[in-house]
Nanobody, 127 residues
Framework: QVQLVESGGGLVQAGGSLSVSCAAS????????VGWFRQAPGKEREFVGA????????QYADSVKGRFTISRDNAENTVSLQMKSLKVEDTAVYHC????????????????????WGQGIQVIVSS
């Protein structure tokens, strides 16, 4: 069983930067792909970005491409989402999610492709 815990987040002004991190307990991320999703009030949960820990491949939603970066920390067994040039519309609860790769490369962008989910952490971007 993998338990995911997000940290970071908070309140930032539009145009600012913020990072959120995802830590796993019970297992290392070495054979997993880790995704970030977000859910704004009244909206469906949507894909933000993901990384395949094994091959390092990443993918981002068009809405965040060029502004958000996903990175991994082998020593800390964490995956971070660095967010810059934040917009008010980036306000949401951000969730990390993980799934075993079973040797396959690349990332996945659909909610149903992920097995384990964190509780989420709030990011608020003020105007």
């Amino acid at each position: 069983q993998v338990q995911l815990v997000e940290s970071g987040g908070g309140l930032v002004q539009a145009g600012g930067s913020l990072s959120v991190s995802c830590a796993a307990s019970g297992r290392t991320f070495s054979s997993y792909r880790v995704g970030w999703f977000r859910q704004a009030p009244g909206k469906e949960r949507e894909f933000v970005g993901a990384i395949n820990w094994s091959d390092g491949s990443t993918q981002y939603a068009d809405s965040v491409k060029g502004r958000f970066t996903i990175s991994r920390d082998n020593a800390e067994n964490t995956v971070s989402l660095q967010m810059k040039s934040l917009k008010v519309e980036d306000t949401a609860v951000y969730h990390c999610a993980a799934a075993r790769t079973y040797g396959s490369g690349g990332v996945r962008t659909l909610l149903q492709d992920y097995t384990y989910w964190g509780q989420g952490i709030q990011v608020i971007v003020s105007s």
